[in-house]
C-alpha cells in the first residue's frame, strides 16, 4: 500500500518567517495530495490540496508544491502567524474510485511572537 | 448547519466491553470513513463506506466493525475492545471519494482499562 513519509515531526520559526513541511509518498499511481491542519483539541481541517496534472498552489500565505518524478510534495507557509501554530498532515490518494487516504505523521509547528 | 456528529465524545470502558460509537452527517454524503489518530502515528484508516451497504477495511481494520444501513449513519463497533484500542477517534465524510474534502467529526477520545 501507499506509505507517506513527513518531515519534520516538530518546527519552531519565529513570527514572520517562513515554515517548510516535507512529504514524499510511494505509490506512483498517487495523484491526489491534501494537507490538513489541526489546532490543539480539535478537528482536522483541510488548509489546500494539490492534483497531480498541477505542479504549484497557492493561497494566500500557503502554497504547495507538488514533484511527481521526485514524489514528494511540500507545503509552505509564508509570514507565519501564532495562529498558525497547529499539527500539520500531508495525505495521498489515488485518485477518484480510490476509497483509501493515507496520511504522513504530522508536524507540530510553533510559531513564536 | 452542516456537519458531522459523534457520540460519545468521551468513553471510559473496561477490557471486552463492546461499545459502539455512532457518527452521522447531514450533508447526504456518500463516502463515510473512521480513523484513529495516536501519538507519532498520525492519521490511520480503520474502515471506510463508499455508499449504503458497501464497506472495506482500512489500513488498521482489526478488532473494529461498521455498518452502514443508512447513508447518514456509520456506527463504529469494538465488540471486544483492549488497550491498545485506547486512542483518539474521527469519524469523516466527503461527497463521494477519498479526493474530496474530509469533513471531520469532533472525535472521541476512547480509554480501554
Known amino acids: 500500500g501507499e506509505n507517506v513519509e513527513q518531515h519534520p515531526s516538530t518546527l519552531s520559526v519565529q513570527e514572520g518567517d517562513s515554515a517548510v513541511i516535507k512529504c514524499t509518498y510511494s505509490d506512483s499511481a498517487s495523484n491526489y495530495f491534501p494537507w490538513y491542519k489541526q489546532e490543539l483539541g480539535k478537528r482536522p481541517q483541510l488548509i489546500i490540496d494539490?492534483?497531480?496534472?498541477?505542479g504549484e498552489k497557492k493561497d494566500q500565505r500557503i502554497a504547495v508544491t507538488l514533484n511527481k518524478t521526485a514524489k514528494h510534495f511540500s507545503l509552505h507557509i509564508t509570514e507565519t502567524q501564532p495562529e498558525d501554530s497547529a499539527v500539520y498532515f500531508c495525505?495521498?490518494?489515488?485518485?477518484?474510485?480510490?476509497?483509501?487516504?493515507?496520511f504522513g505523521k504530522g508536524t507540530m509547528l510553533l510559531v513564536s511572537p | 448547519e452542516a456537519q458531522v456528529t459523534q457520540n460519545p465524545r468521551y468513553l471510559i470502558t473496561v477490557t471486552g466491553k463492546k461499545l459502539t460509537v455512532t457518527c452521522s452527517q447531514n450533508m447526504n454524503h456518500e463516502y463515510m470513513s473512521w480513523y484513529r489518530q495516536d501519538p507519532g502515528l498520525g492519521l490511520r484508516q480503520i474502515y471506510y463506506s463508499m455508499n449504503v451497504e458497501v464497506t472495506d477495511k482500512g489500513d488498521v481494520p482489526e478488532g473494529y466493525k461498521v455498518s452502514r444501513k443508512e447513508k447518514r449513519n456509520f456506527p463504529l463497533i469494538l465488540e471486544s475492545p483492549s488497550p491498545n484500542q485506547t486512542s483518539l477517534y474521527f469519524c469523516a465524510s466527503t461527497t463521494d471519494s477519498s479526493t474530496d474534502t474530509q469533513y471531520f467529526g469532533p472525535g472521541t477520545r476512547l480509554t480501554v482499562l
Open positions: 495525505a495521498a490518494s489515488k485518485g477518484e474510485g480510490y476509497s483509501t487516504l493515507t
Open positions: 494539490i492534483r497531480s496534472n498541477v
